[in-house]
T-cell receptor, first 112, second 114 residues
Framework: GIQVEQSPPDLILQEGANSTLRCNFSDSVNNLQWFHQNPWGQLINLFYIPSGTKQNGRLSATTVATERYSLLYISSSQTTDSGVYFCAVERRENTGGFKTIFGAGTRLFVKA | KAGVTQTPRYLIKTRGQQVTLSCSPISGHRSVSWYQQTPGQGLQFLFEYFSETQRNKGNFPGRFSGRQFSNSRSEMNVSTLELGDSALYLC?????????????FGEGSRLTVL
């Protein structure tokens, strides 16, 4: 099956710093999403980005599907950005449905 | 528009018991999928339902089952609970149809097995 690797696994930043999180996947996919998991466990949608570039405030993401990677950029980080960031990919199965595969996540801690 | 709602939020069971978790998708969403999150295995796909039919299944034993009702609400059941079933169970919904579309997650049900 598809393998999803996220890097770095852990990241500590000073407030105000910028960072880049990476997601590599081993095969073609139909869907890619980035999530932020809050302290209570809920996955918050950041980007739905099977290809191309999107921006939302201080966050932006780029997926290069032909090279099988996606990047999440966080600029001017804030303490509230702390948490775990997950990349999830999906591919259509023969059944017509989709199987979601998550990376192991990047744990980010932003120091005040 | 209300988000994905999961109940119960927290529950404690003992080994050998069974548990049923419920998920109400976003209104109009026809696809519901379930995931298990543990510290050791991370986030793993359990199954996906669309129009009351299971379309896809992850690599979990038969003790894990689910179903979807005509109103798109879904339940998952775990029978003969084991300590290793302690986890956060997450449900997600999307509009469905042919294109994948964006997944939206609920707050999860945290299960502890003693």
């Amino acid at each position: 099956g598809i393998q999803v690797e996220q890097s770095p696994p852990d990241l500590i930043l000073q407030e105000g710093a910028n960072s880049t999180l990476r997601c590599n996947f081993s095969d073609s996919v139909n869907n890619l999403q980035w999530f932020h998991q809050n302290p209570w466990g809920q996955l918050i949608n950041l980007f739905y980005i099977p290809s191309g570039t999107k921006q939302n405030g201080r966050l932006s993401a780029t997926t290069v599907a032909t090279e099988r990677y996606s990047l999440l950029y966080i600029s001017s980080s804030q303490t509230t950005d702390s948490g775990v960031y997950f990349c999830a990919v999906e591919r259509r199965e023969n059944t017509g449905g989709f199987k979601t595969i998550f990376g192991a996540g990047t744990r980010l801690f932003v120091k005040a | 528009k209300a988000g994905v709602t999961q109940t119960p939020r927290y529950l404690i069971k003992t080994r050998g018991q069974q548990v049923t978790l419920s998920c109400s998708p976003i209104s109009g969403h026809r696809s519901v999928s379930w995931y298990q999150q543990t510290p050791g295995q991370g986030l793993q796909f359990l199954f996906e339902y669309f129009s009351e039919t299971q379309r896809n299944k992850g690599n979990f034993p038969g003790r894990f089952s689910g179903r979807q009702f005509s109103n798109s609400r879904s339940e998952m059941n775990v029978s003969t609970l084991e300590l290793g079933d302690s986890a956060l169970y997450l449900c997600a919904s999307r509009a469905g149809t042919y294109s994948p579309g964006e997944l939206f997650f609920g707050e999860g049900s945290r299960l502890t097995v003693l």
